[in-house]
């Protein structure tokens, strides 16, 4: 999440508290070239294992779908043979017509993941987007964990404990494990200790251009996995780096210039480069201007910064709940042991104005991801947070505040390393109390951590893409002019048609998504917010109200009018429904609405509607009653 500040660069005159500038002279430059030392490949083996332990129930259960956020590995599956389409078939990156039919989708505002599922494509084409979304998931992880641990251990700690224990905490928070229950793009944060640690190398005096383009290659390729997370990183570096100055404005007077002169080639050469695609998602056909209110409002609770998250061997699913939107988004879930400690190592590191200023960066965090209201144990304080003042600004009005505080997870890592490598200093310098310090530094990290341990992600069995699709049989009746419908059409709730056209390469296209597409609300044309499925259409919306347990209404000439309307819209060459809650009513109701009953082709009933769709002179009537 959002790697804040890392990289404390403050000398601290204290030899008990070496800051990290102090850290990396002892160091050194050429740490990045020396072969790693057994304990490295032990720590990395190590944050490996503990990825594979936390996505084993995937791989061990192929058949299996994320238990928590379905929704989202359905529609990341889709995105990762997008990828794979893109370098196979040359498609434009930026935009596809092949869900949402006939107003498309753009890739740019909806996480294409790009930077991913390019390089996944050869896992893609061979084994299938189901396992490329089990890879992306798992090398997310594990990646991110070597990544912040290799960026600790050389630049920032010596103590390769420290870096390990930083490194397990930024990569397996409750947050990063909350979020890997369907948002692969969102820990994947492999590049975030990377941003930070150029970013500060800014600052080297007559090494502008290089310095400045290589933090412009690692922002563009972030760009092309998550923007959130890029946009959270940006603003804990700038605050950081603003304050910074401030405080080494006598000390390291050189300082200012030659970082300004690297940001600025690092501006020039990413605006460059994401100029273009910055303009589609923007601007481009089926951009949003923002996410709604509902979504704007989703706050974390004050309360869940001291609970332990139902991800957590000592969480509460109960409690949690009540605490959080959503299993995917327990974003804060500390614990009081953790919190206690930090505030602990905040003073005993308070003599670097680096490690300060990491907190006041947490504590901005955390109150921005309070949300426009400040709830309490799932009740309205009545008090405003900031985000009432902030929400409403652009750019700002697209991000979910809750997420703010993930952000806060690589602080504390970052700071649980520093105070670890105190610990391991003061243990060289003052023998004596290699057992007390020793001691204490190990009760305190257990007693914080233990509870925050992660248990493996829930999976279900998942429905399966059905044979009518699999084997081929929907080319005999769906070309390229032509989508396939399912009932119900494809939204958060019922995401599997994604899955079904990720499996065929895309070659399949269908109406209706799951995705976040503008607003078309005829009472407000201006509204453009994002919602996360289509505009409302009859057909859809019927078909959605009988799934949901409603009952039939009466099927008249007026509704098997609208019905044609929304075939025609959607360019529709067959139903389709395959076996699921209430498959029977909506059977019956499509039926009523087409005057003919289905066939039951490879594991699901497809209406053949070719004849009434090309043909604009067909009109329906009603036949015999299913």
């Known amino acids: 999440m959002i790697a804040l500040g890392s990289s404390v660069r403050v000398a601290a005159p204290v030899i008990a508290a070496p800051t990290i500038e102090t850290v990396e002279e002892q160091v050194g430059r050429p740490s990045w070239r020396r072969w790693l030392t057994w304990r490295d490949v032990a720590a990395l083996a190590s944050l490996l294992a503990v990825a594979l332990y936390l996505t084993a129930p995937m791989w061990l259960n192929l058949d299996h779908e994320l238990r928590d956020d379905p929704q989202d590995q359905a529609f990341f599956e889709w995105m990762l043979a997008h990828g794979a389409r893109v370098l196979t078939d040359g498609v434009y990156p930026f935009f596809s017509d092949r869900m949402n039919y006939p107003d498309g989708v753009n890739m740019m505002a909806n996480t294409s993941v790009l930077a991913v599922s390019l390089p996944l494509t050869p896992i893609t084409l061979l084994f299938g987007p189901h396992v490329a979304f089990n890879v992306f998931l798992t090398g997310a992880l594990a990646f991110t964990g070597a990544s912040w641990y290799l960026v600790l251990s050389r630049r920032f700690v010596t103590s390769r404990a420290a870096a390990w224990v930083g ?186 104005a680096a490690v300060l200023t990491l907190g006041g960066i947490a504590l901005l965090f955390a109150a921005m991801s309070l949300g426009p209201n400040v709830v309490l144990n799932g009740v309205d304080t009545g008090f405003p947070g900031i985000w009432a003042v902030l929400h409403s600004i652009p750019v700002l009005d697209s991000a979910v505040p809750t997420r703010w505080a993930m952000a806060i997870a690589p602080i504390v890592g970052i700071v649980l390393a520093l105070g670890c490598q105190r610990a391991a200093d003061m243990i060289r310098s003052q023998p004596a109390s290699r057992g007390p310090v020793r001691v204490a530094m190990i009760t305190a990290i257990a007693m914080a951590l233990v509870p925050l341990i992660p248990k493996p992600l829930a999976t279900v069995p998942m429905d399966p893409v059905p044979t009518f699709v699999t084997s081929g049989a929907w080319r005999a009746y769906v070309d390229d002019a032509h989508t396939l419908v399912a009932l119900p059409l494809p939204d958060s709730a019922y995401p599997d048609p994604l899955r079904w056209t990720a499996e065929t390469g895309q070659d399949l296209r269908i109406a209706g998504a799951y995705a976040l597409l503008p607003a078309q609300n005829p009472q407000d044309p201006k509204d453009r917010t994002a919602m996360f499925a289509p505009p409302w259409r009859p057909t859809s919306g019927l078909i959605a109200s009988i799934k949901l347990g409603n009952p039939i209404p009466e099927i008249n000439d007026t509704r098997r009018e609208m019905a044609l309307a929304d075939l025609r819209f959607w360019k529709a060459a067959v139903v389709v429904l395959t076996p699921q809650t209430r498959d029977i009513e909506m059977l019956r109701t499509m039926s009523e609405l087409l005057g003919f009953r289905p066939t039951w082709t490879g594991g699901a009933w497809v209406w053949d509607v070719r004849h009434l769709v090309d043909d604009p002179e067909a009109v329906l009537t009603g036949g015999e009653p299913y």
């Open 167 to 352: 490194a397990l905490f930024c990569t397996f928070a409750p947050s990063m494990v909350s979020h890997a229950g369907g948002h692969p793009n969102i820990v994947s944060q492999f590049l975030v200790p990377l941003i930070i640690w150029r970013t500060l190398e800014l600052r080297v005096r007559g090494r502008a251009l290089r310095n400045g383009l290589i933090l412009a290659g690692l922002l563009v390729w972030q760009a092309f996995i998550n923007l959130e997370i890029l946009f959270m990183t940006a603003v804990g570096l700038g605050f950081f780096c603003l304050v910074m100055a401030i405080v080494r404005r006598r000390t390291h007077r050189g300082e200012v210039l030659p970082f300004l002169r690297a940001l600025g080639v690092t501006a020039a050469a990413t605006l460059a480069v994401l100029a273009y695609p910055l303009t589609v998602q923007f601007f481009g056909p089926q951009s949003y201007q923002g996410l709604s209110e509902y979504v704007r409002a989703f706050g974390a609770d004050l309360a869940s910064f001291a609970a332990y998250s139902r991800h957590s061997v000592a969480g509460d699913a109960a409690i949690a709940s009540r605490l959080t939107q959503n299993p995917a988004e327990e974003n804060a879930f500390f614990g009081w042991g953790l919190i206690v400690l930090f505030a602990g190592l905040m003073i005993w590191l308070r003599r670097s």
